[in-house]
């Protein structure tokens, strides 16, 4: 099998990286940028600070920060104007997922036009689009890193996965100090994110030897460091190595492509706004459970390297020890039910034929190691429900 590797051609990573970001402008031959970003960054004034020292480089900058969370087709149509009003040639994306997913979705559709459901799953688009610049200010999705960009469509609720070389950031800055006032909260359920994205890219029946390399240094460096920045978010060290393992496992799902987690995940956030990270963490733990028998070497590969079995351990009881320290970061974490929201059971129970096949749709289950039934997803989803943090 031929694996074609994409990663964003320039990655600068570290502690004041943003500093640099008039030079990343400069060498990609960028000269009007529109930064797009959420509400809370622009009141923070981060924007409005990387715009200043962008104008002061000699490059126009406008803010654009009408992005919502888990960005729709209708989100987008401001910011396609804002794009186009800048005469911009180059888009940062400053944020977290939806903001980087955002800026993606725009980049692509100043230049194609047309529809984003034009470009869903599985169509790779590999046209034309504006160059990226992803700034994340979170250590959990990766999206800075990856050929992917997530948007609901506003007319029928659906989720989109929409994903292709012309998505793939043409940069991305990784400046972990952008972490350090992250509530612990989102701390919690970004970090869960990113060890999802890990255990998700070895899994994978798309897993390559590039990927797995990636993969498994990520969670290496969560297993020392998440329940440390969820403590104590002034822990440099911790957010870190969060941030750059947020950026690893990115790199590493963008290539293996993820599993049966996000399937289930996407159709939460659409019909009950559960935020991505969130809905992740809600499912990893039972479907890393439903999924122990198909592929025990690998999970016990995740397992010896999050650091809670060893080699000496069987493969079948390292894969089981994963499960059982799933469920209780999400126990440590925190880590909501959908029933904590407020959701009916009658609502829920409504929904699961629809969730179901929308992630049977998106593809990303056939990825699992254990390929669900439909059946079988929506009995997964009646296990989360109320489960116990």
Not at 171 to 200: F, K, N, Q, W
Not at 253 to 263: P, Q, T, W, Y
């Amino acid at each position: 099998m031929v694996h074609r590797i994409s990663v964003p051609p320039v990655l600068r990573i570290g502690g004041g990286a943003l500093a640099e970001l008039p030079d990343t402008v400069r060498g990609l031959r960028a000269s009007r940028a529109v930064i797009v970003t959420d509400a809370f960054l622009s009141g923070t004034g981060v924007a409005a600070d990387i715009a200043r020292a962008l104008d002061a480089a000699g490059v126009p900058a406008t803010v654009f920060d009408e992005t919502v969370p888990d960005p729709t087709t209708a989100s987008l149509e401001a910011g396609i104007r804002a794009v186009a009003d800048h005469d911009a040639d180059v888009v940062v994306g400053l944020g977290g997922g939806s903001a980087i997913d955002s800026a993606k979705a725009l980049a692509v559709l100043a230049v194609r036009g047309g529809a984003m459901r034009e470009l869903k799953a599985p169509v790779q688009y590999d046209g034309a689009a504006l160059p990226v610049i992803a700034i994340p200010t979170t250590a959990g999705t990766g999206s800075e890193a990856t050929q992917f960009t997530v948007i609901t469509d506003s007319a029928s609720g659906e989720k989109m996965l929409c994903g292709g070389p012309a998505y793939l950031p043409s940069a991305a800055i990784v400046d972990y100090e952008l972490t350090l006032s992250m509530p612990p909260r989102l701390t919690a359920d970004t970090g869960l994110d990113a060890l999802t994205h890990a255990v998700e890219a070895y899994v994978s029946s798309r897993a390559s030897g590039f990927s797995d390399a990636l993969a498994l240094q990520a969670i290496r460096q969560i297993g020392g460091s998440l329940r440390r920045a969820y403590a104590d978010g002034g822990d440099a060290g911790a957010r870190e190595s969060m941030m750059e393992a947020a950026t690893l496992a990115g790199i590493a799902f963008s290539n293996s492509s993820v599993a049966l987690v996000h399937g289930m995940s996407r159709p939460l956030g659409a019909r009950f706004r559960i935020a991505h990270g969130m809905a992740n963490a809600m499912l990893f733990a039972a479907v890393t459970e439903f999924s122990l028998g198909a592929a025990d070497a690998r999970y016990a590969d995740c397992a010896r390297a999050l650091g809670v079995a060893g080699e000496q351990d069987a493969d079948a009881e390292a894969a089981r020890a994963l499960v059982t320290e799933l469920h209780r970061l999400r126990a440590e974490l925190a880590v909501p039910a959908p029933a904590d929201f407020g959701i009916a059971p009658d609502d829920w129970e409504a929904a699961l034929r629809t969730m179901a096949e929308q992630a049977l749709a998106s593809g990303s289950p056939a990825n699992n190691p254990r390929v669900p039934s439909r059946g079988e997803i929506e009995e997964l989803y009646r296990r989360i429900y109320a489960q116990a943090a």
